[in-house]
């Protein structure tokens, strides 16, 4: 049976600023989901949130790119917007819905989607990832160390059908230009790109053996669509694992490092990305640190066993700690870099208005 997982998100409020995503919000979604799968357009959906942005995830057998489900999300996001985030006065409500009316696809219109369609196996274990306060990017580390990295994915060595490696498709989301490259014999071609995540962002990964898609992610980034400051892309990512695939915990693994991503406050700082539980999934000091939730299901016949709150788990309290110190250490540096993102990124945020009133000011230095 082909079935397509898509999760779709947006930022249409918070509460308390950035903080969280209001209850209601959530409830509404929910309903008019419930509703979607009465009439069959779904097969199965889990509302749920990180941070200030409102995950939606779906099943259903419509395909990637089905206006239908991409016209239910998006009007699902304008309705939570005009009946809770509205009334609420809830802060940057309806903040991701860039454009006034749906034309048929959501990617480019402000909320962030990653899809993928498959044969579903005997037995189908899905992972979602959800970040706030981080770019899309910052899936790159992640990616390369589950797909990649035998240090952290024991089965690349051990598990005939992912010996021969994956296939890591990357975008260039500044050209909109595409490039597949193959591991293990590309990898320092692949790292060459990937290690520059504002630019190079892992959209697809797929088995060599046989093409299967193994990953996905949302790749846009709302700034260079917007062409202003419009918050940070807050990404998401579906992952298949075990039984030629990375084993859950190989998959798991990859965030037991709390690696350093663009975002933070005001989309303009480098910070630890922190794995954390449902109940954690909310952007506090400095609003962040930047998180990760993560939910693992099993399907059948496209309905979504679960979810395990992945990060629900002491196994985990030592990646949050260190994530906490590093929060700490790179807070001391306060505006300065690298923990203020550098020139290129801040080019998207309100820094060059201020830089801009500075221009005027300034005369031919002497010769030293
Ligand atoms: O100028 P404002 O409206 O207070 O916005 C600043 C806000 O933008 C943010 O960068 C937005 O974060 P999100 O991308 O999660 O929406 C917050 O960190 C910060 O509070
Ligand atoms: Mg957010």
Redesign the pocket.
Known sequence: MRITVSLIKA?VG?LA??VVVHPKLEELARKRLEEARETGLLIDFYVYHV???LQLLMTHTKGENNAEIHKLAWDIFVEVTEKVSKPLKL??AG?DLLKDTFSGNIKGMGPGCAEMEFEERRSEPILVFSA??TEPGAWNYKLYRIFADPFNTAGLIIDPAMHSGFIFEVVDVYEHKSVKLSTPEESYDLLALIGTPGRYVVKRVYRKSDGEIAAVSSATRLSLIAGRYV??D?PVLIIRAQHGFPATGEVLEAFAFPHLVAG????SHTGPLMPVPLRYAQ?TRF?GPPRVVGLGFQLHDGRLEGPVDLFDDPAFEMTRRMAEEVADYMRRHGPFMPHRLGPEEMEYT?LPSVLEKLKARFVPAEAE
């Not at 933070?264 to 989309?267: I, K, L, P, T, V």
Request: aromatic share 10%; charged share 40%; net charge negative.
């Open positions: 930022d918070g600023g950035h941070g200030d942005d802060y940057g903040q706030d306060k918050g940070k807050d933070w406050m005001r989309g952007c609003d309100t």
